[in-house]
Nanobody
Framework: EVQLVESGGGLVQAGGSLRLSCAASGFTFDDYAIAWFRQAPGKEREGVSC????????LYADSVKGRFTISSDNAKNTVYLQMNSLKPEDTAVYYC???????????????WGKGTLVTVSS
């Protein structure tokens, strides 16, 4: 059974940090790109960052460049999203997803997690 399980969300003050984890199972981790998406209340889902399973290439949305870092531990089949200098506008449900295409688009992802809520207070 394929699973993507996010963890690490929570409530943090503006300027603070959180590290999200996405634990994957049930598929060949190295064959997939893993992406983080987020969806804030009343807003459309947006891509945040992604990492290639093949060569660890990374991409970031402009809104998080310089503040978020994506990384992968292939031995643990886990992808991390280190989020620093958090802003209230980062408040959203964060989802990880896996897809074979690079760069991955939201409509091209094969598997999705259930999400973890990040709330940044001002």
């Amino acid at each position: 059974e394929v699973q993507l399980v996010e963890s690490g969300g929570g409530l943090v003050q503006a300027g603070g940090s959180l590290r999200l984890s996405c634990a994957a199972s049930g598929f060949t981790f190295d064959d997939y790109a893993i992406a983080w998406f987020r969806q804030a209340p009343g807003k459309e889902r947006e891509g945040v960052s992604c990492i290639s399973g093949e060569d660890a290439s990374t991409l970031y949305a402009d809104s998080v460049k310089g503040r978020f870092t994506i990384s992968s531990d292939n031995a643990k089949n886990t992808v991390y999203l280190q989020m620093n200098s958090l802003k209230p506008e980062d408040t959203a449900v964060y989802y990880c997803a896996a897809g074979r295409r690079w760069p991955p688009g939201a409509n091209e992802m094969d598997y999705w997690g259930k999400g973890t809520l990040v709330t940044v207070s001002s």
